[in-house]
Nanobody, 121 residues
């Protein structure tokens, strides 16, 4: 069982910043991709950013230029630096990992419990 533990969410004023962290624990060969998705009751879950083990990044259209994703492979941890936050950025942010387990040849998707980001005007 792989677990993803998020931290860093909270309430911030519009224009402010938060740094989200997600640490993976468990037994696995490696983590190919880690990233963040966000969701509100009114919207489908949408891509925020992902990063691969070779540091290739992908950003959602509405956050590129404001958010930066990074990872520490030694700690199995991914970070999301969020700058210039807007009220529409408020959502539950979910950590995502694409993991290669030991003993099998397929990849498995894992999700964290989510961390709430609230942006006040």
């Amino acid at each position: 069982q792989v677990q993803l533990l998020e931290s860093g969410g909270g309430l911030v004023q519009a224009g402010g910043s938060l740094r989200l962290s997600c640490a993976a624990s468990g037994i696995f060969r490696n983590i190919h991709t880690m990233g963040w998705y966000r969701q509100t009751p009114a919207k489908e879950r949408e891509l925020v950013a992902t990063i691969t083990s070779d540091s290739s990044t992908n950003y959602g259209d509405f956050v590129k230029g404001r958010f930066t994703i990074s990872r520490d492979n030694a700690k199995n941890t991914v970070y999301l630096q969020t700058n210039s936050l807007k009220p529409e950025d408020a959502a539950v942010y979910y950590c995502y990992a694409l993991i290669a387990p030991w003993g099998v040849f397929h990849l498995e998707q894992c999700w964290g419990q989510g961390t709430q980001v609230t942006v006040s005007p």
